[in-house]
């Protein structure tokens, strides 16, 4: 278990943990998915398809929670190819900071947060919150 009440560079801050479990574990692998550009192209290229087809092209909107940026990303990519009517909303928790960032463009205070893989204390890389409301 990791704690999510600590910051990046403590020892249970949890991408931190993971890495040096990877790290210390023989045959472990590391997959860092907040900075992997596998994780974005995958959704680009299997679930935008998917929700695309499934709807029939006619999606006004997708509400998308941040954690990795990935899903976010991957899915703007290609709805901004094929289609670009679509919007992106922010579902985002108490505590995080990414509404901050997509409502004044700032960052707001930090805090813990009860929602388990969305919400973040720092701006993904892969996220693209561009165009995002």
């Known amino acids: 278990l990791t704690r999510s009440d600590v910051n990046k560079g403590h020892p249970a801050y949890y991408q931190d943990y993971a890495r040096r479990l990877a790290d210390e574990t023989p045959g472990a692998f590391y997959i860092d998915q907040f900075n992997n550009d596998a994780n974005p192209l995958a959704h680009a290229t299997s679930t935008a398809p998917e929700l695309y087809q499934q709807l029939e092209g006619d999606i006004d909107a997708i509400v998308v929670g941040v954690g990795s940026g990935g899903t976010l990303g991957g899915l ?29 463009g700032r960052y707001g205070e930090t805090g813990s947060w009860l929602v388990e893989g969305i919400g973040e204390d720092f701006i993904p890389p892969l996220a693209r919150l561009e165009g995002v409301h």
């Open 76 to 104: 703007q990519a290609w709805f901004a190819e094929h289609s670009p009517k679509t919007e992106f909303i922010l579902a985002d928790p108490a505590g995080s900071i990414l509404a901050d960032q997509v409502d004044t």
